[in-house]
């Protein structure tokens, strides 16, 4: 299973962008994703959760970005989306997305995993 990440780049303050994450798996596998999220890390700080969203379509939210940012996930095409709108300079980051994901293997083992994708740099100017 692996998760590509998109859509980064430099925005000025007040501007918006969209990040997207697909979740793709070797030819022929068959895995289910359940809660899908997105994280961020700046220089020096801890990751932080951004955003997260149940496989039923239930979404949490930082305080930090609540209001400004949505997160959204189109389940046919197995990719989540992190809308982020009236970007601050603090949401300078780079940001990962996640995936809790079950792969059912063809001798019957169900592994259950936790994924992440490579990242994508977001950077705000003021």
């Known amino acids: 299973v692996q998760l590509q990440a998109s859509g980064g780049g430099l925005v000025q303050a007040g501007g918006s962008l969209r990040l997207a994450c697909a979740v793709s798996?070797?030819?022929?596998?068959?895995?289910?994703?359940?809660?899908m999220a997105w994280y961020r890390q700046a220089p020096g700080k801890q990751r932080e959760l951004v955003a997260s969203?149940?496989?039923?379509?239930?979404?949490t939210y930082a305080d930090s970005v609540k209001g400004r940012f949505t997160i959204s996930r189109d389940n046919a095409k197995k990719t989540v989306y992190l809308q982020m709108n009236r970007l601050k300079p603090e949401d300078t980051a780079v940001y990962l997305c996640?995936?809790?994901?079950?792969?059912?293997?063809?001798?019957?083992?169900?592994?259950?995993?936790?994924?992440w994708g490579q990242g994508t740099q977001v950077t705000v100017s003021s």
């Open positions: 969203i149940s496989s039923s379509g239930s979404t």
């Open positions: 798996g070797s030819t022929g596998s068959t895995f289910r994703i359940d809660d």
């Open positions: 996640n995936a809790d994901v079950l792969d059912f293997q063809a001798s019957g083992t169900v592994v259950a995993g936790k994924y």
